[in-house]
Structures are given as structure tokens and as C-alpha cells.
């Protein structure tokens, strides 16, 4: 299984930017699908944007225009480029990806099997 670890989380003002990291390891990293999604208290997780192994890319309209998802295949690493911050983008970011090399899961939690602990966003007026 991978182990995936998140990184760039942190306190922004409302209009501004931050770029959270998600690497990979245990497992080869091409051929995967990864997607970022986001808890605030009190809410269900949901779907923010997910890059499939081909560099394709599909956002939640709540954030479509302003984040952005990349992967750079050579570093194993997935980024969620935040640009735009509003306060409710507050909450916790996950990096997930499928067990199942090729699958494309879209916004489907369900279908991502592994996780990685998070990382706090905090967006203030």
C-alpha cells in the first residue's frame, strides 16, 4: 500500500494563496490516480479536485478557477495550489489515491482506498 503524507498546510488571509504537498511512497507512483479532499468541523469530508494517471483533471465547483492540481511523476509527489483563499476553505486537506492502478475515481471517496493524515488550512478575514 502507499503511504501518503501532506505537507503546506497552514494560516492565510482571505485572498491569498498556499500550496499543499502530498508525497507518495511504498508503491509506484505513475499509473495512479490522487485526489485532495477537505473536512471543516462539523461538516463530511468532501471532493476539492483529483488528477487521474494521465494528468487529467476534474475540480468541485466550489473551487473550480482558484486551486489548482498538478503531479510531478519524477518526485512522487501530488500539489494542490490554492489561490484565492476564502475563509470556507477552512479545514482539514487529505491526499488520497486508489489501490487500483488506472482507475479513475473522480469525486468518489469510496473509491479511494489509501489516506494520508492531513493537514490544517486555516483562512481569516
Known amino acids: 500500500q502507499v503511504m501518503l503524507i501532506e505537507s503546506g498546510g497552514g494560516l492565510a488571509q482571505a485572498g491569498g494563496s498556499l500550496r499543499l504537498s502530498c508525497a507518495a511512497a511504498g508503491r509506484i507512483f505513475s499509473g495512479y490516480s490522487f485526489g485532495w479532499f477537505r473536512q471543516a468541523p462539523g461538516m463530511e469530508r468532501e471532493f476539492v479536485a483529483t488528477?487521474?494517471?494521465?494528468?487529467?483533471?476534474l475540480y468541485a465547483d466550489s473551487v473550480k478557477g482558484r486551486f489548482t492540481i498538478s503531479r510531478d511523476n519524477t518526485k512522487s509527489t501530488v500539489y494542490l495550489q490554492m489561490n484565492g483563499l476564502e475563509p470556507e476553505d477552512t479545514a482539514v486537506y487529505y491526499c488520497a489515491s486508489p489501490h487500483v492502478k488506472f482507475l479513475i475515481p473522480k469525486g468518489d471517496a469510496k473509491q479511494y482506498l489509501s489516506w494520508g493524515q492531513g493537514t490544517q488550512v486555516t483562512v481569516s478575514l
Open positions: 488528477i487521474d494517471y494521465s494528468g487529467s483533471t
